[in-house]
């Protein structure tokens, strides 16, 4: 049974720094691509990054490039988001996922599994 649980969520002001942490189990999941997604109240869940389990390639939507950044510590199963100079326009409630399917990075079709989700909220 995979599970994914996201914690490190928040209420912080604009220009500031929050990490998110996602902890992984019940797979292996070398061949799998992790990833972060948002979804803003009334709008549809997007994309945000992504990261490839091995070799730890990373893909990032432009909005955020400069910003955020992804990794994953093998050790713990644990992928990080490293967010900093926080915008108003982040805040969501922030899922990880993880993608089985070794392709479509950016495609939420092909993430099989979710986490609970934490909330992020920048105050301007």
């Known amino acids: 049974q995979v599970q994914l649980v996201e914690s490190g969520g928040g209420l912080v002001q604009a220009g500031g720094s929050l990490r998110l942490s996602c902890a992984a189990s019940?797979?292996?999941?070398?061949?799998?691509?992790m990833g972060w997604f948002r979804q803003a109240p009334g709008k549809e869940r997007e994309f945000v990054v992504g990261?490839?389990?091995?070799?730890?390639?990373?893909y990032y939507v432009d909005s955020v490039k400069g910003r955020f950044t992804i990794s994953r510590d093998n050790a713990k199963n644990t992928v990080y988001l490293q967010m900093n100079s926080l915008k108003p326009e982040d805040t969501a409630v922030y899922y990880c996922?993880?993608?089985?399917?070794?392709?479509?990075?950016?495609?939420?079709?092909?993430?099989?599994?979710w986490g609970q989700g934490t909330q992020v909220t920048v105050s301007s």
């Open positions: 990261i490839r389990w091995s070799g730890g390639n990373t």
């Open positions: 996922a993880a993608n089985p399917t070794g392709w479509g990075t950016s495609d939420i079709r092909r993430y099989e599994y």
């Open positions: 019940g797979r292996t999941f070398s061949t799998y691509i």
